[in-house]
């Protein structure tokens, strides 16, 4: 009987404004900071907030029978911060309890690794610092943007100090293996790698709301059944905590699901796990041997959701390729506006390949087209350009 | 006495009743402006009637009378049939009671969009049957063109040729394919000459290979016509060897340019700025715009190149950009305000028109007052007007970028090119070009 690990990732980026080509030079300030706001009072009212709640109370009635996984971008955390105490209030509250585990991440929700590692290190440890001022704690596990794994991040991460991080489980690199134990990468001494179990968690985080599908409505004891049944040591379901009453409104039982899973679960005893405890508990079962990278995004699981076009390409290839005059100035603000610059999500909005994937991408760019998404990144970063110098070498 | 000697001049004067589309400030189209350029020098010289398909009755312009279709109305029609009454110019115009639909051609409008087959406008009387005016078409402020352009530009013959038969006048003007076809009827109800002003054709629009309604009633105008004015003398040529219309009706006189109140703006970065402005069409060369700024780019990263104006080819040119690896340096605006064009105008350095076919390109006169040099391509009509420019065949990127490279880095070559450009446009008036019309009304049509 296998063990569920139940991991949410909590993240809002900072969306830039329609800046245009008469603002290099002139203005300073490249977010909609009204836009962002008003996302962030949503998200909390329709799912910060009520899911925190309903966690913190299955958390008090079940003790140690609860166990939840959450990783905060750092960029999300810093919005709270500002405009939100409430809900960052509410999740420290939840990681108080012990029932809750939080994992490691770049602070920025960034895509840069191969590019610098330097810069990959250094938001590692802005968010370990930022955990442990907000939250007391210092993570044993990792995961990258978007579940972005490959052997080469993962030999780098086990550098760092981590114990474990996650990945997709994706199908043809597992070739007929259970996504449900542990693994390990080819390059790495000891760390281990534990995978997302793509069906069972695209049960929840997609299928769910879709009439047309056969198990629609999905019920947390039929839930239950699959995962006891999905043979294994872990189930990682994994999941945008957003899916909870934003990418699925209320209307649809989403909360009365995830209030029932837990019962559910005892009844078909399956225990509820985290990843940091899972590593500890299982033994590595196998050799995961990620060459190419991957991520949970898009039917693809690959880089495409922000880098299957030049646009993109050049996008972050040019905000990366500040590094060096950025830091040469030694201004925490820049330094700080410069790195908002790589949360993916900027080149996630300037996606072009349509179809459902395209659908999705569209659903949460708030630009009416990937070009407006670009130019803006591009006139941006043209005055960041200005700024640093970097058009005078 | 001095009422008679003035009664004598008017009477003396050339009655010209010219037909136009876009006009300011509904539309300030590059069509637009020459039209009220246009219009408002030759009102000194002969007794102008402009029919447009809207006005704004707060714009004046002295001397002209403007008739919009949009103040009109079927019960002004109507009204006028049975009085038959010949009105003054300040008021609503008589209608003929003989008021044909172009059926037909409305028709063949429709087919036209799908097929792309050949039609032929009949050079008499494209208009059979009876039905309404199609004033509606007018009334509201919407856009002149889209997918129901052909069926606004019959509506609009119907109109202007009922109108145009109960009126006084010694020659039809119509500017650019939308009201050929009116010119076309009026000249074939009223005997009276036809001129038609070529500010653009298909040809420029859409290549060599562009066919269609369009091109038809482009080359069947000008068969009709007694006198075709281009806007230069590269035009002339295309309406002689593309279109096949006799060279020696053809005469052309080039636009003029409105004295602009030139400024200068510190740029807020410190690279050089290269400007393009227009559509970014096939027809303007946006994409060989980008690969001059590659091209300069390669060399030299001191400078930004910006793109204004919007059209089909936008969003390939973006990514292609992106690929080119200059989206840090080459920008974008979209359609942009006259006072943005003229804040980038006031920053700019240099002004670039890579036009694959332009009529005249009168935005490259407007730089040279602005103060910024124009490289242009050879395939365009302000070539003729701006012979010192620097310039050369659109797709010729080595030598466009070459010219940019030099103008950007040579201080002295820069102002050079400012004054010999000034110098070439002093005559590049309105004025000067109402009176080669007026002088070619004498001359080809014998009137005045």
Known sequence: MPELALYFQAHQPNRLKPYTF???????????????????????????????????????????????????SGVFLEQLEHHRPDVLASFQDLVATGSVELLCETYYHALSFRASGEEFARQVVKQQETLDRLFGVKPKVFRHTELIYF??????????????????????????????????????????????????????????????????????????????????????????????????????????????????????????????????????????????????????????AWKSNAMQAEAKAKILSLEKAVKSHQNPELLHQWSKMQTSDHYYYMFTKGGP????????????????????????????????GESFD | MGIALCWSIYIMQTKVLMLGWEFPPLINGGLGVACLGMGRAMAGHVDLTFILPQTDPTFVVEQVNLIGLNHLSESDFSAMQRTDEIRSFAEVELIDADLQPYVEAELKAREEITTFGETTISHHRAIEGRE??????????????????????????????????????????????????????????????LV?????????????????????????????????????????????????IHAAKIHAVHNGAEEVKAFREKKPFPEKLVLFLGRVTGQKGPR?????????????????????????????????????????RLHFTGFLDRDKVNSLLSMADVYCMPSVSEPFGLSALEAVQF???????????????????????????????????ELLTDEEAHADAVAASKEDQINCTWDKAAERVVALYKSELGLG
Not at chain 1, 363 to 374: C, E, I, L, M, Q
Request: include cysteine.
């Open chain 1, 22 to 72: 008469f603002d290099i030079g002139r203005d300073p300030f490249y977010e909609d900071d009204e836009l962002n706001r008003d996302i962030l009072h949503r998200v909390s009212d329709s799912c910060y907030i009520p899911a925190n709640r309903l966690f913190m109370e299955l958390a008090d009635t079940l003790g140690d029978d609860f166990k939840l996984t959450y990783s905060l």
């Open chain 1, 151 to 304: 052997n080469e991040i993962a030999a780098f991460v086990e550098e760092l100090g981590f114990e474990g991080m996650l990945g997709e489980g994706v199908p043809h690199l597992l070739n007929g293996r259970s996504p449900n134990v542990l693994y390990q990468a080819p390059n790495v001494k000891s760390m281990k790698t534990m995978l997302r179990n793509n069906p069972l968690s695209d049960d929840v985080a997609f299928r769910f709301a879709d009439p047309s599908w056969e198990d629609y409505p999905l019920t947390p004891e039929r839930y239950a059944k699959w995962i006891a049944h999905a043979g294994g040591d872990v189930v990682g379901v994994f999941l945008d905590y957003e899916t909870i009453g934003e990418h699925i409104g209320c209307d649809k039982g989403v909360f009365d699901f995830w209030r029932g899973l837990p019962a559910a679960l005892k009844k078909e005893g399956v225990a509820m796990t985290t990843p940091s405890e899972a590593i500890g508990e299982f033994k590595v079962a196998g050799e995961y041997d990620a060459h190419e990278v991957t991520s949970w995004a898009d039917s693809t699981k690959d880089l495409s």
């Open chain 1, 357 to 388: 994937d395209g659908a999705v991408h569209d659903h949460f760019s708030p630009y009416p087209s990937p070009y407006d998404a670009y130019l803006y990144f591009m006139n941006a970063l043209s005055d960041l350009q200005v700024r640093v």
């Open chain 2, 132 to 193: 309404d005016t199609g004033l509606a078409m007018f009334s509201n402020s919407g856009s002149l063109y889209g997918e129901d352009v052909n069926a606004r530009v019959v509506a609009y013959a119907r109109a202007v040729a009922a109108l145009a038969e109960g009126r006084d006048f010694d020659v039809v003007h119509a500017h650019d394919w939308m009201t050929f076809l009116a010119g076309m009827e009026i000249k074939a109800r009223t005997g009276k000459p």
């Open chain 2, 196 to 244: 038609l002003h070529v500010h653009s054709l298909s040809y420029d629009r859409g290549g060599p290979d562009a066919r269609g309604w369009i091109y038809d009633i482009e080359k069947n105008a000008m068969e009709a016509a007694d006198l075709v004015i281009p806007v230069s003398n590269y035009t002339g040529t295309i309406c002689s060897g593309h279109y096949g």
């Open chain 2, 288 to 328: 060989f715009f980008l690969e001059i700024a590659a091209q300069v780019l390669k060399k030299n990263r001191n400078v930004r190149f910006v793109v204004a104006g919007t059209g089909e080819r936008l969003k390939e040119l973006i990514e292609y950009g992106a690929f080119r690896d200059v989206g840090d």
């Open chain 2, 371 to 405: 103060n910024i040099p124009a490289v242009i391509s050879k395939q365009s009509g302000v070539a003729e007007v701006l012979v010192h420019a620097r310039m050369a065949d659109y797709w010729d990127v080595e030598l466009m970028a070459a010219h940019i490279s």
